[in-house]
């Protein structure tokens, strides 16, 4: 049986430094491989567009750009990348801004090696990826908001209820309407859809809220 290619890594990021380190941890992987780096906002959309790679790390304070600006341009270009935030920032706003925006990640600069790479390999897997100490950080964030606290509250339809399962998942649109049977376009709809009854803005918040009603409704 053919081994699987290794995941692809595109690291954005404005301290040289820092990005040696990955770098050299990514090289260590046989999991990942390297394939740019870029040193500001501009240079990472450049190259992530035209190198289409797996998965880009990106910083999200930056001189030239915001890293949540690149992370919206990305997006709005279409780009099947997973995005991951890799940041100093423990800040609320910060992680609630990259969510809202489409981020499928959000780790801290100070996580542990090993623990940097494990995660990196869930990411490139389909989950979301949140620092261990922000995920409470996340959720006392999303019980101050006003929205349902189960999915039945929501009123979600059986089909909008069955793809809140799969993001959950970290599926992307296609591999929701590929296990579903369904046009890709018909997933955007319903995502649009369960997003506005959830009162909520991005795939990743509607997951983490979906995940928390399962383990509270565990016995």
Known sequence: MQAASPHTILIVDDHPLF???????????P????????????????LAQRLQPDMILLDLNMKDMDGV????????AGLDSRIIMLTVSDQAEDLIAALQ?????YLLKDTEPEDLMQQLAEAARGKITISERLTQLLVVSLREKSRPVTPSEAGLTEQESRILEHLVDGKSNKLIARDMGIA??????????????????SRVEAAVWADRCRRQAKP
């Open 19 to 29: 990005r040696k380190g990955v770098i050299q941890l990514i090289q260590a992987d």
């Open 184 to 201: 890709e376009g018909t997933v955007k709809v319903h995502v649009k859809h369960l997003l506005k009854k959830l009162n909520l803005r």
């Open 101 to 105: 925006a489409g981020a499928d990640g």
């Open 69 to 76: 600006e690149v992370l919206r341009t990305l997006k709005e």
């Open 31 to 46: 999991e990942f491989r390297f394939v740019g780096e870029a040193p500001s906002g501009r240079e990472g959309i450049e």
